[in-house]
Each structure stands twice: as structure tokens, then as C-alpha cells.
DNA sequence: ATTGACTTTGAACGTTTGTTCTGTTATTAT
DNA sequence: ATAATAACAGAACAAACGTTCAAAGTCAAT
């Protein structure tokens, strides 16, 4: 006589609740010791014994003679919304988290670096970075960022090196102590250096402190291009 | 160049599909002897030296000593290609791009540096930083990474600034061309450097092109604390 | 030609694990 | 009270399974 859906144990039920928590915690089943640890049984058999009674009633299912094969088929006290419910906001957090910088280009000593124009569209970015949001200032407009990877080492002085990574956003001006990135007429050349307004002239001061500023006695013969946000240096495994 | 799931051969990706498909169909994950079976090789020795590879770089997850313990951690090139499982994918890829790494303390020129000693579990960290994973080396070993900041001026001879964050794994020996955190014991000094074996003398050479090196004639006064993987300076906005 | 990094095999070892068996203790019906 | 049935213990076993190691093969760079 095939029994229904008849008693169901205490027991039964801490085992079901047990074999979902495990399930949930560690992606695969526990085992028939580990089943017998948590409900406080002592020998194997009982367990089989229980797990069989689970198996008639059609709670699990199981293959033979293959560990941790218990599937559950019906859950038991279902408390799954919690579980979804936290995975789906780490989720959402994670992919607000992550910010996608195109990258414009190269920085190279002796070139204007390409910026963004607010007309010009889009330069087709010939890559993109992946940067965590947390790493910027939070009030930052990350849409307008862009990166550009160092060529060369004529930014040694702004203790940036070949390879680098600077992420930037275009500004054409700039506040005192500001990393900015200018282009010098005088001296075809783009540099990246801490911007200072002093009484009557510009002072370009290099981040690495042995060296000098340059002073710029007519801001016309100064374009800047844009504000240095971050910079990313990837050390070559080799 | 932040570039997605390289370095996957053929296998690796049979070996996931194969996993996802098992797990599908069976509740649980296949031993490594079915792995073996279903990709056509006879040795378990070298299944595991595949999944070992998959579980650096994070595509699965396994528990010592359990049978049937593999956990894919994220799904790939679903052949099922579905809207929603497409998104989800992405979803996940995006969580998983997202690393989470422990800020020890700091890096200051006259003390050793925090690391992460095998047997003292953890420091607590004091905080943490968020680093996208495209910006490492993609079979970089990422559980074991942690960041320092730096403190003082004193490595400016290695392009690294007061402030900045460096990224680093543990090491205590270290190949050519590699950058490394050294504790030197005649000069009570910790350095970032670029390691050079030569014939009977080792070059630490800054990363800094105008500075000159340093030879250290007996390794027995230098100490490796670690590789250097990323460097991280973020630019006070002021 | 040699090195070195990566791939592959085969076998062996020690656990983990499901299964089974014998036996004991409670519970319940008669 | 007694017999029958259900609940439990403990041990023992063989298969399944993860791990490790020594050794050999492959392939590209030097």
C-alpha cells in the first residue's frame, strides 16, 4: 500500500531544512555523516534510514552509490525570498559599482592629447578601462571621464611613467593644486604637471618634488586640456 | 588594455560546459574521474591540474577533500542563448570583474612592511579598495592580493608617490624584471624596486630611468616581501 | 642542442562515503 | 505480558573519490 504524503517526522522536517541550508551554502549536498552530525544521530544507517523514508514520500532523491547526490525536490518551509533577495542587491550594487572608461589614446610628449571635443561625437575609443566607482571622488560626473595611456617617459617629472593609465575629465581650466594636463605653445609639448595661479604668472609645479616648477608669465601660451583624476599604473608581470 | 576572460584553452572551456550541463541535469557536480571520462583524458591527476587552473582564475570553486564539491562560479558561452540568460550572465560577469582587496596599512621607508603571513590569518584590514579584475594579470591569484598605502616621499624614486596605492601578492623570491617590495637589513629601509639577478650580485633598479640602481652583493641582507602588480594614485581633487 | 614552461600519463595512497548487517532499545497493539 | 514493529547504534566493508608524485612527452624560445 503506497502510503501518501503520511507523517512527516520532526525529524524529517529538520533534515529537509538542513539539506536546503547546506544546498544554499555550499552549492552541493552534505553528506550522509554530515546529515547525521547536525541532527544529533550518531550512526550512518539511521540516517539512510530517514533518508529512505524522505526518498518513499518523494521529498529527495538520490542516486545510488554516488556521493552527495541528494536532490531535493519539494522544498519544506519555503524562507528563499531572503536569499534572492540579497544576492539581487549585491548584483545591482556590483554593477553600479563598475564604471567602463573608454580609452581616448596615447598621451605622447611632443602631441596634443586628443580630448573629447563637445562637438566632435566620439573618438572611436580604441579600448576601455574597467574602474571601480569607489576609487573617484564621489560627486564626480563619470560620463565625461576618459583615459589615456602614457607613451614614452617625458612625464617621469609627474611621476608618471610609460605604460600608465591616466584617467582624466576635459576642463579647460583649472583650480590651484589641480593635476592638470597642458598643451605649451612655446614648447610643443604636453605635460602633465600641479596647476598654481600666483599674483601675476601660472606656476607648473612637477609632482615629484626634486624637481622644478616652470613658471608661465602669459596664460595664452597655455591651453588646458584637463584634470587629472587617476592614475593607473599596471606593473608588467614580465 | 583591460581585456575579459583570457587565457581559457579548449579544455577548460569543455571542462565548464561539461559541469554546467552535469549540474544541470544531475543536482550535483561530476567527480573528476567523469570529467575525465566525458573530455576524453585518462589520468585524474590531470583533470585536477585543470580544474586547479579554473579555480585560480576564478571560475569555479571547490572544497578540499569533498566529493562532488565544484561550484561554478560563473557560467560560460551559454548555449542556451536566451534575453534573460544573456543579462544574467552579464550581471554576473560584472559582479565577478569587481574585487575586493584589503587595505593592510601602510608602506613607510624605515619600517618593514605589513604582509600577509601564512600562519597569522589576517591583519584586519583597515579598510579595502575596489579594483576592477580586467586591470590585472587575468591568471593572477586574487585571494591572495592586498594593498598598501603608501606613506612619506620616500619612494619617489620608483614613480610612487605620498598616497598612492600599491597592489601587491606576497612573494619571497622573485624573477627578472619583476617589480618587488624589498627589506633591506644593513640600511633598515623598505624600497619598491625592479629586481635584476645578475652573476654574483643582484640590481635593484628604480623605476625612475634618471635614477641610478643599487647592487646588493649578499642576497643574505635583502628580503623579498612581495611583487607589485598595480599601482593606484588618485589625484586629490583638493 | 638545451633549457624551461607547460601538458599528459600512470599508479599508488589514504579518505570519504554509501551500503549492509547484526543487534539493541523504545513504542505500540493485542 | 507479549509479540510485532519502529527507532537507533556500531561496526565493518567495498566502492568512490580527491590527492600526490615521479616520470615522460610536447613545444617554443634561446
Redesign the pocket.
Given at each position: 500500500m503506497a502510503r501518501k504524503s503520511a507523517?512527516i517526522?520532526d525529524?524529517h522536517r529538520k533534515i529537509m531544512e538542513f539539506l536546503m541550508k547546506f544546498q544554499d551554502e555550499n552549492g552541493y549536498?552534505?553528506?550522509?555523516?554530515?546529515i547525521?552530525e547536525h541532527i544529533?544521530?550518531?550512526?550512518?544507517?539511521?540516517?539512510?534510514?530517514?533518508?529512505r523514508?524522505l526518498e518513499e514520500r518523494e521529498y529527495i532523491e538520490?542516486?545510488?552509490?554516488?556521493?552527495?547526490?541528494?536532490r531535493v525536490l519539494r522544498p519544506i518551509n519555503a524562507s528563499i525570498g531572503e536569499t534572492v533577495k540579497r544576492t539581487f542587491n549585491r548584483m545591482t550594487e556590483a554593477v553600479n559599482e563598475l564604471l567602463d572608461i573608454p580609452v581616448l589614446g596615447r598621451v605622447v610628449a611632443g602631441e596634443p592629447i586628443p580630448v573629447p571635443g563637445s562637438d566632435v561625437r566620439y573618438f572611436d575609443p580604441e579600448s576601455s578601462v574597467a574602474v571601480a566607482r569607489s576609487l573617484l571622488n564621489p560627486r564626480e560626473n563619470v560620463s565625461e571621464l576618459f583615459a589615456l595611456e602614457v607613451q614614452g617617459e617625458s612625464m617621469i617629472d609627474a611621476m608618471i611613467n610609460d605604460g600608465d593609465l591616466v584617467i582624466m575629465k576635459p576642463a579647460k581650466e583649472a583650480s590651484n593644486g589641480e593635476m592638470v594636463a597642458v598643451w605649451m605653445d612655446d614648447k610643443d609639448e604636453t605635460t602633465l604637471k600641479y596647476f598654481y595661479k600666483e599674483n601675476n604668472r601660472i606656476r607648473l609645479q612637477p609632482a615629484n618634488p626634486t624637481m622644478k616648477p616652470i613658471f608661465v608669465d602669459d596664460p595664452r601660451h597655455l591651453r588646458i586640456m584637463g584634470k587629472v583624476v587617476l592614475v593607473i599604473r599596471q606593473v608588467k608581470g614580465r
Open positions: 507523517g517526522s525529524r549536498s552534505p553528506s550522509i555523516r554530515e547525521g544529533g544521530v550518531a550512526s550512518t544507517s539511521l540516517v539512510d534510514y530517514y533518508l523514508q538520490r542516486d545510488q552509490h554516488i556521493s552527495r547526490s541528494i
